[in-house]
């Protein structure tokens, strides 16, 4: 069953605040990659608000990545913590006063995700390794050209 990331916006008139405290399955995340995967629920908590014409969802979301190792390819569990998660809608863009904010949360989720990761914060094998690694003078290939 997917998640519902409804927003009523009726139920907010009158300054009143949606409170939302959840935890999903990372389903609705829907990354299928052999480089990237999501196993964990994900923790979510904020309020939903209206600001004039405008309505405001502010979140805190935390999940946990698993991506391969940059040096010896195995599984690093990372965190991916989206502390300040705001995303605003114009009312008038809302039709029939319910706004899904799914795809805005796994975007923000997605783009927290690091590039590249090691296991322990340091690899254990990067010494082994390191004969593979550039030295630095080679990082820049053309620095000699005038």
């Known amino acids: 069953m997917k998640p519902s990331f409804k927003i009523y916006v009726d139920r907010l008139s009158n300054g009143r605040t949606e409170e939302i405290q959840e ?24 309020k939903a608000y209206l600001a004039e014409d405008h ?39 809302i039709r029939g006063q319910v706004y899904d904010y799914g795809d805005p949360l796994r975007e923000a989720i997605l783009l927290e995700v690091p590039p590249y990761v090691e296991c322990e914060g340091k690899c254990p094998k990067r010494e082994e390794l ?17």
């Open 23 to 46: 935890t999903l399955s990372p389903d609705f995340i829907d990354v299928k990659e052999k480089d990237l995967q999501f196993h964990t629920p994900v923790e979510m908590e904020g």
């Open 55 to 93: 309505l405001v969802i502010q979140l805190k979301v935390a999940a946990e990545a698993i991506i391969p190792c940059s040096i010896c390819n195995e599984e690093v569990k990372k965190k991916v913590v989206v502390k300040s998660f705001y995303h605003t809608e114009e009312l008038e863009n």
């Open 130 to 146: 390191k004969n593979y690694f550039s030295k630095g003078d080679d990082q820049f290939p053309f620095a000699d050209l005038n």
